[in-house]
DNA sequence: GCTTGTGTGCGCGTTTATGCGCGTTAGATT
DNA sequence: AATCTAACGCGCATAAACGCGCACACAAGC
């Protein structure tokens, strides 16, 4: 077997359960620990799963729960994730300039989405700027100051740049949504890049599991109503029922 | 079997099987391994399949995995290129607004800078943002659209956030350096963005091993007289007289 | 017939990947 | 807070993979 693949073998593993152990890792592809251990740092410096403390957790996970350990794995969020990035991922046009914004919800989204022709999307992170370029997207980074936890673009010169830009549509992520205080982030730099970002796209979609409705994060970027949000899992009715809420 | 036929055949048995190693493809199309290695390389090159450590991948598979230190200890043999960046990084002074060109040369620069109060990174490339990132330093990205073949940044969009600056010192690579033809690149875009940042560029320097002495790429971005050059080795004598050709 | 160029195989020094041992560290338990 | 255990990182040894230079074979062209 190819050190690439086992590469590839451990990545989708971890995708797959949320989380995985060394020695389970090591057991189901047939290397010692040491081995294993070296694949995560790589693949974490890579950042395409986060290490941690007894093996690997995937990147949203590691980002939304910091603190979490491998005790729990409800791989329930993962399944719902990827059929909420399918469905965003469907909506783009052949033609058309795609905003998408930071985070690791479309982080993975921009794994689904296809090969269209004459698309140029921008962004205001650095990693999503590589993944993309790495599929072969045209893509347009933002420039401004680069935020080292988040790798994510801010202040005056991304806002600049976005002024300048009219978008067809647009995907962003949310810590929070709640009917009342609208779609919220904890930093104030970042919901002012999403905030702009919005005013400047024609269809706006939030992409989120169901965990974040009802959630609110100290600063709002957008009221409930100024995008369509693609979520799966257990919504709660009064959500589910709302006109701009799609659960797949 | 003609050697076109063999190509086709490595591409297709990698398509099929999404990975092969070295010798199952020696022992399958009946040559050593050296030749499959030679053709592997083709291969890579022309982008068909991707080339990986014991065999190759096919080209969705591949996920770059980007290990900079092992890229960097690569060549860490070649410490004229480690004293260049050592005596580059010392010219960095505190309080100051920096600009860092893209390029392998550069990147290396980048291990060396110090920490000090109050300084501010500017680059045109994602890469070179995020180690710088991720070194601690304040970080500022220029925007743009993104090559992917050198992660660099360009187009209006990093013309304009440039035309906003003005950098108290600088560090660019250059493919070629010649007293004639002055500082040379191989693509037009990026001759730009090196060009128009170097006019906004109080003390400019060009950081280079003696190889590219002489040398004369197609697309000149600046005078020679128009920065002080670092670099070590064995440079001509008629170069290394000149009062901007700093030798380490 | 001789030259020139290209493709292939082989040898050899270098680099990379892996496993193992051991001292250290992070979490869990009490 | 003290203790314990599993996980961890590091260095080393080994084997495989690698790249480079060289030699040879064969084909095309003068």
């Known amino acids: 077997m190819l050190a690439e693949d086992r590469l590839n073998a451990i990545v989708s593993m971890v995708q797959r359960a949320g989380s995985?152990?060394?020695?389970?890792?090591?057991?189901?592809?047939g290397v010692t620990a040491s081995t294993i251990r070296r694949d995560l740092q790589t693949l974490d410096r890579a950042h395409r799963i986060a290490k941690v403390h007894?093996?690997?957790?995937?990147?949203?996970?590691?980002?939304?729960?910091?603190?979490?350990?491998?005790?729990?794995?409800?791989?329930?969020?993962?399944?719902?994730?990827?059929?909420?990035?399918?469905?965003?991922?469907?909506?783009?046009e052949p033609e058309s300039?795609?905003?998408?914004?930071?985070?690791?919800?479309?982080?993975?989204?921009?794994?689904h989405l296809p090969h269209l022709e004459d698309v140029t999307y921008?962004?205001?992170?650095?990693?999503?700027?590589?993944?993309?370029?790495?599929?072969?997207?045209?893509?347009?980074?933002?420039?401004?100051?680069?935020?080292?936890?988040?790798e994510a673009l801010v202040g005056p010169d991304a806002l600049a740049t976005l002024d300048r830009y009219n978008f067809n549509c647009g995907f962003w992520g949310s810590n929070g949504i709640a009917a009342e205080q609208g779609f919220t982030t904890?930093?104030?730099?970042?919901?002012?890049?999403?905030?702009?970002?919005?005013?400047?796209?024609?269809?706006?979609?939030?992409?989120?599991?169901?965990?974040k409705f009802g959630?609110?994060?100290?600063?709002k970027f957008a009221d409930f109503r100024d995008a369509t949000i693609i979520t799966a899992g257990e919504v709660s009715a009064k959500y589910q029922s709302m006109d701009n809420v799609i659960t797949v």
Chains 1, 2 share one sequence.
Do not use: W
């Not at 995985?20 to 592809?29: F, G, I, K, Y």
């Not at 995937?58 to 409800?74: F, I, K, P």
């Not at 300039?97 to 794994?111: A, K, M, N, Q």
């Open 97 to 111: 300039f795609v905003y998408i914004d930071s985070g690791s919800t479309t982080l993975r989204l921009i794994e």
């Open 54 to 92: 007894g093996g690997a957790t995937s990147l949203e996970r590691a980002h939304v729960t910091r603190d979490l350990t491998l005790n729990e794995r409800s791989d329930l969020h993962n399944d719902d994730k990827e059929r909420i990035c399918a469905r965003a991922a469907a909506l783009v």
């Open 215 to 219: 959630m609110v994060a100290p600063v």
């Open 122 to 150: 921008v962004t205001d992170s650095v990693l999503h700027a590589q993944r993309l370029a790495l599929r072969g997207m045209r893509t347009v980074v933002l420039g401004g100051e680069l935020k080292p936890e988040t």
């Open 186 to 211: 904890p930093d104030i730099e970042e919901a002012q890049v999403k905030r702009i970002s919005m005013r400047h796209t024609a269809k706006r979609f939030v992409i989120s599991d169901a965990s």
């Open 20 to 29: 995985v152990t060394v020695p389970e890792l090591a057991e189901a592809l």
